[in-house]
């Protein structure tokens, strides 16, 4: 089982990224996901959580409005679009699956890191002021 983020890189305040993180290894299509990052010297926090079926999202206070996650289940892929980046968004940004979850109503995902067991390499964020 692999998570594998990328599309991070060096943007300027105001630009937008997208992040991807492809799932591989089993299909990842009825399990939440979400994404966390670190920047440096502070803990890992929550960014964004969507549940299997898309229905149920959170967004931590810093990002909503700016951000928005979604999923491909038929890829196995989900995606973080970032716009109007702040310098406070540098960090590495990781995607996480909750793989031992069973949500057979497809509205439930958690914004708590230690919900997720599982977790992709990171993609370095850097936005310049």
């Known amino acids: 089982v692999q998570l594998q983020a990328y599309g991070g890189g060096l943007v300027q305040a105001g630009g937008s990224l997208r992040l991807s993180c492809a799932a591989s290894?089993?299909?990842?299509?009825?399990?939440?996901m979400g994404w966390f990052r670190q920047a440096p010297g502070k803990e890992r926090e929550f960014v964004a959580a969507?549940?299997?079926?898309?229905?149920?999202?959170y967004y931590a206070d810093s990002v909503k409005g700016r951000f928005t996650i979604s999923r491909d289940n038929a890829k196995n892929m989900i995606y973080l679009q970032m716009s109007s980046l702040k310098p406070e968004d540098t960090a590495v940004y990781y995607c996480?699956?909750?793989?031992?979850?069973?949500?057979?109503?497809?509205?439930?995902?958690?914004?708590?890191?230690?919900?997720?067991?599982?977790w992709g390499q990171g993609t370095l964020v850097t936005v310049s002021s």
């Open positions: 290894g089993r299909t990842f299509s009825r399990y939440p």
């Open positions: 969507i549940s299997w079926s898309g229905g149920k999202i």
């Open positions: 996480a699956a909750d793989l031992a979850r069973t949500d057979y109503s497809g509205s439930y995902c958690s914004t708590l890191p230690d919900e997720y067991d599982y």
